[in-house]
């Protein structure tokens, strides 16, 4: 009867580990796929710092936008749209940094975040996946 029970148990302990393995296998290959983005990227612009003396930032961006599902001709009036907003949205972030935060990589990365988040917030419709900086520049 011992051995019976071993062999019961172990087809158990097989089946078991088979079936998770292919749970794992499973949910790792049916990721779905990144959606598909495209770059638009805005002119530098330089901006007056919050500085007690003159600063400046010349900073460009891009931003990394979802790609539509529907087929047809580009609407640029959007792209304008987007660009007019995010460009106010940068102007009302960075004007109130000082040259002494935004030189620090905490501060760059605190400007990012809002600056994504503030985007996402005014323009829901435009799908904004990520903000990258092309160009960073302070002058003191």
Request: hydrophobic share 45%; charged share 25%; glycine share 4%.
């Amino acid at each position: 009867m011992g051995r019976r029970h071993f062999a019961i148990a172990a087809s158990l302990l097989v089946a078991l580990s088979l079936l998770s393995g292919c749970s794992y296998f499973h949910k790792t290959a049916v990721k779905a796929a990144p959606q598909p983005t495209r770059l638009l990227q805005l002119s530098s612009t330089v901006y007056n710092l919050a500085d007690a003396n003159p600063a400046y930032l010349k900073m460009g961006i891009s931003l990394s936008l979802a790609v539509p599902d529907r087929e047809g001709p580009k609407d640029n009036s959007q792209d304008a749209k987007i660009e007019t907003v995010a460009r106010d949205t940068l102007v009302n972030l960075v004007t109130a940094e000082t040259s002494d935060v935004l030189l620090t990589a905490s501060g760059k990365d605190d400007l990012k975040k809002a600056a994504l988040a503030a985007m996402r917030k005014r323009l829901p419709d435009a799908d904004i996946q990520d903000l990258y900086f092309d160009e960073f520049l302070v002058q003191r």
